[in-house]
Every structure is written in C-alpha cells, then in structure tokens.
C-alpha cells in the first residue's frame, strides 16, 4: 500500500452519516405501480418482468433473521468522488445482514463480470479505501453490458462464487444496462437481483426520484475553487480573458453549478443556447460583445465557462451530429478503413450539414466524424471548444475593432477541468450520500428487489432527515434514437431553463458580465464547522428551496 497523507489518514476514521429509516432494523413501506415517464406500452413490453413495481421506502423496523448473502459489485464509466463510500456502505450493509456474507468486485468495470475477472473485498481491502476518492479499489470500465451472450458468460461466474445480488454503479446508460439485466436474469428465472446506484460527476442522472446522481458535489466544489483562484489571479494581473472547459459530456449541470458558486463573466449553457437555436457565430457575438463592454470600462480581463458538451448542443452541429451517428452506424461505414471516412461520411451529408461540417476546424471535423465511446457518444472531452472559442472571439474583435466598436487588448489562456474533480476525496455530502446508497442497496437486496436503482432523498436537511428507498429503473425510462435504433434509455436530465437554479443565474448574469463580482470558494473543507463542511451545491439548495 502506498504511502498515505496526513488528510487520508484523518479522513480514514470518519464516520459517514446513515438516515434514521436505515440505522438499525428496517421495515420497507411500498407504494403504488408505476408507469415509466413516456412510451409506456413500448417500454412495458420490453420489460414484462420489471415493469410497473412500485417505489419502495425504508423505515425503522422489527429485528429480522436473514441468511448469509454474496453480492458482486461492478464500477461502470467515468470516475466519480464517493465511489469507494458506496462499495464500504455496500459491504457494511451486507455484513450487518449477516457476518457471512461476502462482497466480489468485477474488475475494470462491466468487462469484469463478462471476462470472469474479480477479487473478494475483504474488511482490510475495504478499510484502506473508506472516504477516498477514485474508483482504484477495483477499477472501472467502459464496456457496455448488453448482449446476450455476455449474460451469459455472467451468470457463469456470478453461480460460481454463488453471488444472488449484483449492485451496479453507474451514471445513465450503465443503469439502462443493468436493468436490461435484471430483466434477462429475472425472465430467465436465473436468481440474482440487479440493483443500480447513481453515479457520475455530469449530474444529469436526476429526476423527481434521484435528487443528485453522487460525484457531482465533490467534482463542482473542486473546479469551483480552481475557478474562484483562477479569478482572483485574473483580478489581479487584469490582463488576461480565461477560458475554462468543464466536464459534463452532455448537460451543462456543472458549469451552471459552478457559476453559481463563483459568479463568473460569462457562463454558457448549452440548453440554453438550443433552445434559443443560437448558431457558433451567435455565441461568438455574445462573448465578444461582453469583453468589448468591459475593455470600454477598462476590464481587459475575465472568464467564461463552457461546458464540455456545448458544441453537440448548437443546433447546426447537433444535426449534423445525429446524420453522422446514423451514416456512420450503416453497415457500409464499419467496412471503410479509418483513413477513408472523413471521404465516405461527406459523401452521405445533406448539403446544410456538409456546409456547416466543411466550416469547422479539421480537427474538430474529425473528432465529430470519428472519435465515439462504446455508447456511441461523442467523445466531447477531446474537443478543444475553449480554444475553438477564444479563437473565434479574437477574429470578431478585429472585425469590431476595424468598425470602431471595440478598442482593447485581448489576450486568453485555456484551461479544462475534468478529471482533476472526478476523483477528489469525496466531499461530507457525497462521503455520507454514497455510503447511504451502497448500506441502502443492501436493503434493497435483503428485501428481494431487483431492477431498482437504491435512491436517498431529502438531502438537503440534516443526513438523519434522509429518506432512503428504491425505484423501479423501468419507471425512468423513455425510447430514444440511439446509434440508428430506437432503444429503452433512462431520460437524461438536462438543464431546466425554468428550474430555479437557471432563474437565478439568468437574473444575475449581466451584472456578472459588466462588473467583478467574482466569488472565491476555496477548498472543500473536512473539519470545521457544519455551514462549510457540510453545505450541499447550490443547485439543490435553489432546487430544493
Ligand atoms: P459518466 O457519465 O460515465 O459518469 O462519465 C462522465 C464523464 O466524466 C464526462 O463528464 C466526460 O465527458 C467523460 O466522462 C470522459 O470520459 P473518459 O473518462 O472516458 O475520458
């Protein structure tokens, strides 16, 4: 084991907080049947057998004798602080059902059940890994678990270590898998539960059962103190524009988070800029007109945030996007070399999208035709959208600089922050939020549900207020296009531009703009008192209000 610092070795003796419905014995309360949020006779005839189960509620109870239980755990995408939490509540839950229990890590994410790779966590493994961040304690991966054969090779090892439970930990479309496998498993009368847990830093795994998927807290609080130092040095030089990328692969939950802790110059939000069906050159405007009225106050500095998936959200490349998604999922297309499919993709673009994909840089072009993760995202994290910005802003400051409309100097410096938050050591509320939903997932599996995804709410009042559960994955779902067929996803929650967290910024944001209003957040704080150490993000505070 590596060397360890002072703060891992302090935070190691924490204890994370457990709502009272789960301290001690539990009663679970059910409720009505319910209905998935759209395409209900689509989505119900997918999932005859986990359709339609009711959500269901942890309250105190009477002692209940329970046998021993293996469960198998698996890590799925993108890192995200709090894991760890979940994997120790998880164990702690499992033992406390019965000390014989034990607990089997899938390693490398889903591809581990598939190739038969896992280690038994043990008490000293799980102890060296309580309140850290990472995914190390057994990797994660991106494989995606949905075909039928892979069910298979599962249900091979999960008999062989006699696992009856499996807990996935993932953000939208690894829960969408895992109920496709609960499904296969239950239809197939096999014996193990699914259970999945919300995860990922992106916070679009949200809705009115899930308040906040876990990581999101963590990975804001640690790009908000980089912004908030980033501004305080911009405030000092005044002579530098920053412009920061922040992770969020789809919406833009994190920058409005962000902004919201530190009162930037410019936010943009891609939700936003569809609906008002802004074009790249619109949002070029908006930033240069910005920096011209703060050079004409003598500002020549400040900072914009942009979030990572921007550019899939302007509605001439999301078109064109959707037409290279269906191009390039053709038969045809996966039988063209690499070298040969820039070619192939414009000889299959309508001529709007050819005009917009020929008025991209070459790089961004590429990135857009080839580069996709095993969902058949985008890769957006590859995108240099802060450079491509800057780029374009400094052209349109000559440009109104020739026309007598802006005279300042503009010099930028690029940063992008993703993986510097998705494994920070997990803030209190994520420390205490994740080590409920992995004790809480225990519950769920003492209690014979599958297909549910483990869920704590009301977490904005004091951790013994929270109210822990579970609901039916089935009830999140919608059909979606996705790689060419219509497939059962779990609705992703994008920015509501009528939610109380965007009211609030679109009220304060020209004031942002024009004046130096920054805010300075600092670290996320461990000891000390409860309004720094323990303060949820300022979304759920407006959400929740
Ligand atoms: P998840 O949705 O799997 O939690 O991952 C989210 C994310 O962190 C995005 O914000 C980012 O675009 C992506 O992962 C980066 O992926 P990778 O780690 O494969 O580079």
Redesign the pocket.
Known sequence: MSKKSALQIARAAYSPKLPLGLQGNVSIKEGAPTQSVADQEEVKKLFPNTYGLPLVEFEPGEPQTYAPINVGVILS??Q?PGGHNVISGLFDGIKSIHPDSKLYGFILGPGGLVDHKYMELTADIIDEYRNTGGFDIIGSG?TKLEEEWQFEKGITILRELGIKALVII??DD?NTNACVLAEYYAAKEYGVQVIGCP????GDLKNDQIETSFGFDTACKTYSELIGNIQRDCNSARKYWHFIKL???SASHIALECALQTQPNICLISEEVEAKNMSLADVVTYIANIVAQRAADGNNFGTVLIP?GLIEFVPEIKKLIAQLNDVLATEEAKLVARDKQIDFVKQHLSEDNLRVFQSLPTTVAHQLALDR?PHGNV???LIETEKLLSQMVAVELEKMKKQGKYNGKFNAQHHFF?YEG?CAAPSNYDADYCYSLGYNASRLIASGKTGYMSIIKNTTAPAVEWKAGGVPITMMMNMERRSGKMKPVIRKALVDLNGAPFKYFADKRDVWARYTSYVYPGPIQYFGPSEVCDKPTETLRYEQA
Not at 199 to 202: E, R, S, V
């Open positions: 995408g993108g995200a991106r993932g953000g690894s995860k990922t830093i992106d992770m969020g692969r990572e993760d890769q957006v994290s993703g998705r």
